[in-house]
């Protein structure tokens, strides 16, 4: 530990030194350990945020250190102009695990975004000439913060300032099938969508909504991109949430808990897409390096094997259970929605209050939206872990509704 660094200082060159992109909370952590994090003065945080759904196994986890420590010694990066064991390795087992055939490593959930929007579009070209390029996303989604993840992003807030934004993307409303048949016509090439809606609010697809997606889309010749990049990996309580509605797209994109907290994203696709991308079509320097596809190998076969995907299940559903008692209690929470270990609870007052409250408790979550409690704790979180939440939740609620009453 670096002792001229203490914890205010650190924040006051963070402020002194660096874009002030990010609204921080006013904690400096330094280590982790399962489901715990630690500040500089020795505070301890129960972790409901999970590096927004990137540590499924937790911090500290000995299957990524075990990785991290054998591959370094081995091989860290050559580049893609050569074959890498751990990147093959990674992207069978993706392939064998998913509906997909083809893998594209790269290093971010924008970046694999980017590269399922390149790959519809050049497929379109190729199958269709050039006016077949445009791409359907939803209001309230997220898909990323580059110029053209953010064009596809439906959330006006996010692309302020930033015109001119790119051409071609089309928005339609999520779970109104009518407001997308209505906009699909013949310059349309794909649809992106995320199957749970999540910095949205959580917001979850109507029962046989996303069935006909699939169905208007595969009558139209329309690809269907899923963006798995936060719902994925086990979260849900399936390897990914398409699964729990009995469909599947054509690309689906992963990032956030593929490498539980080394960069990687990835873009899966079927057979039928892979011609389109070519040698020369589409690159990365960095994109599936020896490194981080031998931890996320390490970690994907973890999520598989050892539990976690049935541990979101259960620990979900018991969470749910214990968040939608507070909804009975308390007036001013709206709904609970999500699935597994991605839970949003909508308030009908803001939600940083009780943030900052449960920060000062010892407890990370965060809001999606303004008024969206957002839970997404490593997928290895126990009852006990739950139990503490939810009481110092219903503390902290029981205390603003006394507030609200005065
Ligand atoms: C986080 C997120 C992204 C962007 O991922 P980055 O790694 O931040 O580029 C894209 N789509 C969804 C659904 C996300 O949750």
């Not at 960069?263 to 990365?284: D, Q, R, V, Y």
């Not at 939600?351 to 407890?363: I, T, W």
């Amino acid at each position: 530990m670096n002792d001229d660094l203490q914890n205010d200082s650190i924040m006051s060159l963070a402020d002194r030194y660096m874009f002030q992109t990010y609204g921080r909370f006013p904690v400096a952590l330094i280590r982790g350990e399962g489901c715990r994090v630690w500040d500089e003065e020795g505070n301890e945080y129960l972790d409901f945020v999970g590096g927004i759904a990137v540590c499924a196994l937790g911090h500290s986890s000995p299957v990524v250190s075990r990785a991290l420590e054998e591959q370094s010694k081995r091989l860290v990066h050559v580049s893609n102009l050569y074959y890498t064991k751990p990147q093959v390795e990674l992207a069978k087992l993706l392939v064998e695990n998913s509906f997909a055939d083809r893998v594209f490593f790269c290093n971010s959930g924008a970046e694999a975004n980017e590269a399922a929007i390149k790959l519809a579009r050049r497929y379109a070209n190729e199958k269709f000439g050039p006016d077949r390029h445009m791409i359907i996303s939803m209001d309230n989604s997220f898909h990323g913060r580059t110029m053209a993840t953010l064009s596809a992003t439906g959330q006006t807030k996010i692309q302020f300032g930033f015109d001119p934004l790119l051409q071609g993307f089309r928005f339609a409303s999520f779970n109104d099938v009518k407001s997308l048949d209505e906009i699909m016509d013949d310059s349309v090439c794909a649809v992106i969508l995320e199957p749970i809606q999540g910095e949205g609010g959580v917001v979850c697809p109507d029962s046989g909504y996303l069935k006909e997606v699939r169905n208007l889309c595969t009558e139209r010749e329309v690809l269907l991109i899923f963006d798995e990049v936060q719902v994925g990996m086990g979260r849900t309580g399936r390897p990914f949430a398409h699964e729990h509605y009995g469909v599947t797209p054509d690309i689906m994109t992963l990032a956030k808990a593929l490498g539980n907290g080394l960069p990687i994203g990835a873009m899966l696709s079927t057979e039928k897409l892979s011609p389109a991308f070519g040698p020369g079509s589409h690159a990365t320097t960095f994109g599936g390096t020896p490194l981080v596809t031998a931890v996320s190998k390490a970690v994907v076969q973890s999520l598989l094997e050892d539990g976690w995907i049935e541990n979101a299940k259960t620990m979900g559903q018991y969470f749910k259970g214990q968040l939608d008692e507070l909804v009975r209690r308390y007036d001013f929470i709206k709904e609970v929605r999500g699935m597994g270990l991605i839970l949003g609870m909508e308030l009908k007052v803001p939600g940083a209050p009780v943030v900052e409250a449960c920060l000062r408790e010892g407890f990370l979550i965060n809001c999606a939206q303004e008024n969206v409690l957002r839970f997404l704790p490593p997928l290895i979180v126990q009852k006990g872990e739950v139990d503490l939440l939810v009481e110092a939740l219903d503390r902290i609620l029981g205390e603003l509704k006394t507030d609200e009453e005065i």
